[in-house]
């Protein structure tokens, strides 16, 4: 039920692999630790890998009275979490599910699944533009401050994809708040240096070219890497780090534009 939703934040990407659910789930953390209520939803069915990320493996959802309680994070229910994941017996279980069986499931999560009041749902897609993006789109209408996050790699082919993305949103009606570029450079954990192992910079001017705002760079950093599995945000355990910053950066401009009501 998204009903007391204030607003969504969808984290899209065109390729497989660039760090869309590191940057969902630190995304959320972040935003929690910053006080707000978050929900974090993935649907991404064939690899949810939030419940992994978040250290919530061995958890599984139970049906309230209402519909399907999240699993929290925390004792004080500031984040909760819907994965496919907490309805499978095992990590290594896959989705074998045709297009309609798919969908259905993402309209049961979007309409079944009691987030009560939260001040953003962040939701964790598959990577590409498939049904399941069209289903979430057609049921977060409801939605009134709904916009998304676009991720990418500076790779020439993840920048391609992201083309895609945009196009996809544009058809869709879906604001973008922005494009953040993850895996931007190497941080060197001991010295803060940031080596560009791939090119850099293709993300910032594919969004100055589509007119878009760039949300900034997250450099390839050990650190973040180790973070996943432990559900420890980096602004908490990593203060002084650039994934840091640029999460920090993000939520402000999230919450700001929620103040002016400008999803872009
Ligand atoms: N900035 C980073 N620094 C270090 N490791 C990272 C960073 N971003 C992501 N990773 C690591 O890269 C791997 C892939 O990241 P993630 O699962 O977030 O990607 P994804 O785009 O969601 O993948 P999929 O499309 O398969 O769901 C993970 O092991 C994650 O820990
Ligand atoms: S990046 Fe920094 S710590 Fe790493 S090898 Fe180079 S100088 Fe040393």
Known sequence: MLEGVKRVILV???KGGVGKSTVSTQLALTLKEKGYKVGLLDIDLCGPSVPYLLNLENQSVHQGPHGWIPVYLDKEQRLGVMSIGFLLNSRNDA???RGPKKTSMIKQF??????????????DTPPGTSDEHIT????LRQVPQCSAVLVTTPQQVAIEDVRKEITFC??????????????S???????????????SGGGQSLAEYAKIPYLGSIPIDPRVGSLA?????AIK????????????????????????????
């Open 95 to 97: 989705v074998v599910w």
């Open 237 to 264: 355990e990593l203060p002084e780090s650039k994934t840091s910053k640029v999460f920090t950066d993000l939520v402000t401009q999230l919450t700001e534009s929620s103040k002016n009501g400008d999803m872009k």
């Open 110 to 123: 979007l309409e079944d699944v009691c987030w009560q009041d939260l001040d953003f749902l962040v939701i």
């Open 185 to 199: 450079g190497y941080e060197c954990p001991n010295c803060s240096e940031c080596t560009n192992i791939f090119s």
């Open 12 to 14: 899209l990407s065109g």
């Open 136 to 139: 979430v789109m057609e049921n």
């Open 229 to 233: 599995g432990e559900g420890k945000a």
């Open 170 to 183: 544009n058809k869709t009606g879906i604001p973008i708040f922005g494009i953040v570029e993850n895996m």
